[in-house]
Each structure stands twice: as structure tokens, then as C-alpha cells.
T-cell receptor
């Protein structure tokens, strides 16, 4: 069975602080894909990144970076110099070759204040 | 513009009154899926479809039906809605259920009184 754990329910930071959102996953499959989605207050789901299990390279996209570590089954997401517009719920998700669905974590609500 | 559309976006209904939430995608995707989002539970899959006339249950299929008569459409049917189906519903599609990202619709907020 697949499982995704986002232990941080809510995080509150002041603008310009760096913040890391944790994601721990469980799967017995050797081939799998990890995703991060952003859900702003408007409600839509915005795709941020996909990473497959064979690529452990970290990725940086502007102020966003992702740290994938198979040894600890983690796929953490860091926002550098956070901004108010980053306020949203962030979901980590797992999809495996044997499954037909994205298994989502319960989400982390990030509140960035001035 | 590539997109997944859902209708209605908001719906308030009463227990037992049948309703359908439509989902349509214009990307010629084979794979489509329905999720519901509830506070503290994240998103959970209701049903999915690998192609036309091929559907299967997800994690929480009870109380829902789907059909896939055309590639672009994947309606979600609640034959007899109950208050515990009050939720935010998302339809998603992708060209490959494993490799590619799923494109999500804007969501349908359903309230069953």
C-alpha cells in the first residue's frame, strides 16, 4: 500500500523567511513518482513538480527547491524568501507503477504574513 | 487552451435528489479520475477510468457512479446524495496515469443538506 505523510498541518512564517515543507512516503514499488501541488485560497490545484524514483537530483526553480532522498523516503519542499503569495495549502503525492491513483498527503497549510 | 472543466462549480442540494457533476477535458487524455477533498484527509480517489468504457473503483467509491462513453467526458453521478458527500470534488486527466502529471479541473463544491 502507498502512503504519504505530511506531518506539518500548518506553518506560519513572516515574509522573507525560508520554510521547508516535509513529505515522507511509503511504497514497496521500486518505480514511483512524487509530486507537489499547490492549492491557493481560490481552490484550484496547481502542479509544481514531478520526480521519478530513479532521479535523486535535487531541483531548484526560482525560490522553490526540492530535496529527494530515497534513503529516508522523503521529498521535502523548500521555499526561499517566502512571500505572501506563497500562502496556500501544499500537497505531496505519490503515484506508483502498480497503482492507478495519486495518493495524497493531508496537506500543509502555509501562512505567510507581512 | 488545454483544460479540464467541471460543472457546476458550486451546488447546494438536498438529501436524495440525484445529481451529476460533469467533467470534460480537451487534451485527448485517456486517463481520467475523480477525487474528493475533505479537511484533514487530503484528496481521495473516488473512481478512475483508463479509457472509454473502462472504469474502476478508487478508495471511496460508495455512493457514486461514473461512466465513460466518450474519451473527453467523465461524469460523476450521485444517485441519492447524503450529507456525508458534502465535499470539494476534483476531476483530473492525464495522458499516462504513471508518468505524466494529472491536470485538475477547478473543483466543484457540493453541499448536501
Amino acid at each position: 500500500a502507498q502512503k504519504v505523510t505530511q506531518a506539518q498541518t500548518e506553518i506560519s512564517v513572516v515574509e522573507k523567511e525560508d520554510v521547508t515543507l516535509d513529505c515522507v512516503y511509503e511504497t514497496r514499488d521500486t518505480t514511483y513518482y512524487l509530486f507537489w501541488y499547490k492549492q491557493p485560497p481560490s481552490g484550484e490545484l496547481v502542479f509544481l513538480i514531478r520526480r521519478n524514483s530513479f532521479d535523486e537530483q535535487n531541483e531548484i526553480s526560482g525560490r522553490y527547491s526540492w530535496n529527494f532522498q530515497k534513503s529516508t523516503s522523503s521529498f521535502n519542499f523548500t521555499i526561499t524568501a517566502s512571500q505572501v503569495v506563497d500562502s496556500a495549502v501544499y500537497f505531496c503525492a505519490l503515484l506508483t507503477g502498480t497503482a492507478s491513483k495519486l495518493t495524497f498527503g493531508t496537506g500543509t497549510r502555509l501562512q505567510v504574513t507581512l | 487552451e488545454a483544460q479540464v472543466t467541471q460543472n457546476p462549480r458550486y451546488l447546494i442540494t438536498v438529501t436524495g435528489k440525484k445529481l451529476t457533476v460533469t467533467c470534460s477535458q480537451n487534451m485527448n487524455h485517456e486517463y481520467m479520475s475523480w477525487y474528493r477533498q475533505d479537511p484533514g484527509l487530503g484528496l481521495r480517489q473516488i473512481y478512475y477510468s483508463m479509457n472509454v468504457e473502462v472504469t474502476d473503483k478508487g478508495d471511496v467509491p460508495e455512493g457514486y457512479k461514473v461512466s465513460r462513453k466518450e474519451k473527453r467526458n467523465f461524469p460523476l453521478i450521485l444517485e441519492s446524495p447524503s450529507p456525508n458527500q458534502t465535499s470539494l470534488y476534483f476531476c483530473a486527466s492525464s495522458s499516462d496515469r504513471v508518468r505524466n502529471e494529472q491536470f485538475f479541473g477547478p473543483g466543484t463544491r457540493l453541499t448536501v443538506l
